[in-house]
């Protein structure tokens, strides 16, 4: 793995040197993560002019199935000091001679940024954008293969809720139930905190679980997730409590399955992303659900949950091969509830098959 | 409830003005929360010229217990936009007339800092620094009251857990069943992620639960907490799985119970918070247990888990009444595992009863 790393690093770097900044200082966790393998917390990768530093905080608690690279120098702070990694990593970088350094300004704070100058004096401070962010954008199928063994524990637990008894349990139980079952499977944790959402609640995206009880009739709606080993899935799924679904419930399941079927089957390789969104929004458009709609209907996801690209009306740029999103369109009828159907899927070329399915948990609507 | 959301504005605003800002934008979540009653994702309070707002992003989800003030006005950006709440109140605070506007420096990114300049170029930016935290140290009666109550759901969340069965089970398990118990006894969800930690990694400050499975002999040390209402509290315990306990784990255990005991007996109004630290860190130094104590032996806690005061050998200031701290010294021992012991505490003076203990577990060393 380590080569993988190190070829992270040079890319980024050779970014960098183009831009005029001879070091680099990379604070954002998953950015971290990315480059050096692993990303205690507090800990920061310093990108310098004659060595590669993770440096971290005192006593930092890592988990223990992430290890840094080992071709990485690792610096750890003395616990007296309570210092600030960042400004640690400022002063080495200007010690090994650099005379400017790329900081991600969509990270640091600005008092953070303030101790930075002040610490080193010398250095200019540029900004590295969200250069680390670009990179990561296109997975390698180590990556993919983290996030289909999260996507296959994601499946599991989800199935084993189904088969469950549902009536009668809150919103929150059946939440916690779910994130149970992702660990048992083997995953580092969810996600993200999994939505569960009943009767008027169902569809709502991002909605808290409440004490609210599942009733007969209800819509259920569920959106989870596995992280396992560093990397996410999400998969949302809506079914119908009882014996049979009315005909407005299968009426707007049948429009949002639709939305979110045209919008999997846009994912290729050079599709403009807001091209993604625009076909499962006029689905739900044409059929007058054009109020309350979220903005994205989809997003790229790996190392955090909610990454570039975005799948949204004002969206710039085109998809790449290899590239994992999201594709979730739903409804939401106050008062009523709703559907949303989630998947993530990895962008492939028509000749490897189409869009790779992640989360192949049945999208029928099921009847519990 | 809201007479007192206003007057803690009331305190920023004069706070602000005496430093010659005539409006604040607060973004950091727990002081949003602390002003303006609920802080939905990405919102952010401006203290303005002449009305104060409550600025949300987008389809905001709100947790259903938390609604903001009703005296303040609630301004939601249009979905399509996408737009960054402090972005835009900065733009309203200059339509308002101000001329400058303190902003926290700590929580603002470098990024969102240029984009605040580029909107209201007419506003100079201040620095509010950490004037809400310092605000939140002391607290009201009805906040240790939501704090009293989210220990009492530790409280018992970690007892159920102590009456079943322990051996075999890991550390992963451990932690997810009190989690799931916290939520059980009507927490809104943990404070933070609930540790639990057994044989060798017993002790360790942050450890993070792995698959090892509780065995006789170990030590098992737990941390965990309720959040109530958005106030957190922590315990933590530690105890000896089998018949008896080992003669050096006896030993280290009241070694690190009598520096706990000496940390809480000198938690009194106007004692230097360095003071505290230091009765209770003397204690293991006193033994030889120099190396590897954690820079902390106790913090405030409230609306986040970890709060001002720091008790630390460097900490500066006195303790108030109404402050609710941790004590929680402990040892670690590479390879055998260690002790910790944390309650969460109210400072309260001598002729009130003195300390006032949140977390009543008891401090005996059981063997379970």
């Known amino acids: ?18 831009g005029g900044s001879a070091a680099a200082l990379v604070s954002r966790p998953a950015n971290v993560r990315y480059l050096a393998g692993a990303a205690p917390p507090g800990a920061v990768l310093l990108l310098g002019r004659t060595e590669d530093l993770l440096v971290c905080g005192p006593s930092a608690d890592r988990p223990p199935q992430e290890r840094p690279d080992e071709a990485l120098r690792v610096q750890t702070l003395p616990g007296a000091a309570g210092g ?40 200019r401070l540029a900004n590295l ?56 499977h083997g995953a580092d944790g969810p996600a993200f905190p999994t939505s569960v959402a009943t009767g008027p609640n169902a569809g709502r995206p991002g909605h808290r679980p409440t004490d609210r ?18 990397y996410r899935c999400e998969i949302g799924r809506t ?20 939305a979110q079927r045209a919008g999997r089957e846009s994912l290729v390789p050079g599709a403009a992303c807001r ?15 054009t109020e309350g709609l979220t903005a994205l209907t989809g997003h790229g996801v790996g190392l955090e949950i909610d990454e570039d690209p975005q799948l949204s009306p004002a969206a710039m740029g085109k998809l790449d091969a290899c590239v994992p999103v999201t594709v979730e369109p739903g409804v ?17 070329p028509e000749a490897d098959g189409g869009p790779e399915l992640l989360t192949i948990t049945t999208k029928e609507l099921l009847a519990l």
């Not at 009880?213 to 080993?229: H, K, N, P």
């Not at 119908?240 to 707007?252: F, K, S």
């Not at 106050?334 to 559907?339: C, M, S």
């Not at 949303?340 to 899927?345: F, G, K, M």
Request: with cysteine; proline share 2%.
């Open 239 to 258: 079914f119908v409590i009882g014996t049979a679904p009315a005909d407005w419930q299968i009426e707007l399941y049948d429009l949002v399955f639709a």
């Open 332 to 348: 939401h009828l106050p008062g009523r509830g709703g559907v949303r159907i989630d998947d993530t899927l990895v962008v492939r």
């Open 213 to 230: 009880r599942v009733e007969e009739g209800d819509f259920l709606s569920v959106c989870l997730g596995a992280t396992y080993r560093g």
């Open 129 to 184: 954008g969200g250069a680390v962010e670009q990179l990561r954008v296109v997975k390698d199928e180590e990556e993919i293969s983290c996030m289909r063994i999260g996507a296959e524990i994601t499946d599991q637990a989800l199935g084993e809720l189904l088969e469950s008894i549902l009536v009668g349990r809150t919103e929150r139980h059946l939440a916690l139930e779910l994130e149970r079952r992702l660990v048992d």
């Open 275 to 289: 091209d993604v969104d625009r076909a499962a929004r006029q689905v739900l458009d044409s059929a007058g659900y």
């Open 84 to 123: 600030d990694p960042a400004v640690a990593a400022a002063g080495l970088a200007q010690g090994q001679g650099a005379d400017s350094l790329a900081i991600e300004e969509h990270h640091l704070t600005v008092a953070r940024h303030r101790a930075l100058g002040s610490v080193a004096p010398r250095l």
């Open 1 to 18: 793995m380590s080569e993988v790393y190190a070829a992270r690093r040079t890319r980024l770097k050779e970014y960098c040197n183009a």
